[in-house]
């Protein structure tokens, strides 16, 4: 797992910058009810996504949560007296408080589905009646676009999709949450090259592939006799899930 501490300066240059977060703000914003009066981003990270939501909408009063301070002091820069430290288990506040909650990139950094699950759960405590949770899905399998590249790291240990939209969708219907609606966005910015993908094997991006390892540097060796090792490969394109709350009766 990455040092997000460590990665919170960074982060934003190496994933996409501000092209990816508008594709991102455009499609969850296009699953939240025009008349949405608060909103809750959690898991919010550096608040790169967080404040275009805001900006976006100038009537949606928007909250970031994050749990690792370097990412919440950095969104805290973007949204000042908008974000609070706070992990999206245990979220600070009162039952019923917003009409819609997010999670963009969050659930696939879980590691048991029992924390997927308490996730949602308070994110479906904290929706109004009506209200809608907003997630990203399948992060990983986004990544794996059919190239060369992918075809030399097929062979890898993965560790299980915790976001897979299957188990999203059952964890989601758990906690009495409906299907409310799907939208898919680029990746812009993200499309790997062999040489930044040998990189991200050297840094630890591959979390079953201990930076050094025999596995990984055999990875690397392979990756290093594609062709073009600068040109990047196509974009991932990333999903996104809405559900809702059912009205009071």
């Given amino acids: 797992m990455l040092d997000y501490d460590k990665e919170a300066d960074a982060y934003d240059t190496t994933r996409g910058g501000e092209p990816r977060a508008a ?34 909408r100038p009537g949606l009063n928007v909250t970031g949560a994050d749990l690792t301070y370097g ?28 009409d ?38 399948d992060k990983a399998a986004a990544h794996d676009v059919g190239s060369d590249i992918d075809r030399v790291l097929a062979p890898r240990p993965r560790r299980p999709a915790r976001d897979a939209a299957e188990r999203v969708e059952t964890h989601a219907a758990g906690c009495g949450l409906a299907p409310a609606g799907q939208a898919r966005f680029p990746g812009h910015g993200q499309g790997r090259s062999p040489r930044s993908t040998v990189a991200d094997l050297r840094r630890g991006w591959f979390t079953q592939l201990p930076p050094g390892g025999p596995l990984a540097e055999r990875f690397a060796a392979e990756l290093a006799t594609l062709p073009d090792q600068d040109r990047p490969r196509p974009d991932p394109v990333f999903s996104v899930r809405a559900f809702r709350k059912p009205p009071s009766s």
């Fill in 23 to 56: 594709a991102a703000a455009d499609a969850v914003l296009g699953l939240i009810p025009a008349g949405a009066g608060r909103l809750l981003d959690a898991g919010c990270g550096t608040g790169i996504v967080t404040r275009r939501l805001t900006a976006a």
């Fill in 71 to 98: 990412m919440a002091r950095a969104a805290a820069v973007r949204l000042p007296g908008a974000i609070v430290l706070a992990d999206g288990r245990r979220l600070p506040f009162p039952d019923e408080t917003f």
């Fill in 100 to 137: 819609a909650v997010t999670s963009v990139w969050l659930l696939h950094l879980l590691d048991e589905d029992h924390d997927v699950r308490a996730v949602i759960a308070e994110c479906a405590r904290l929706l109004r009646p009506g209200g809608v949770y907003v997630t990203t899905v």
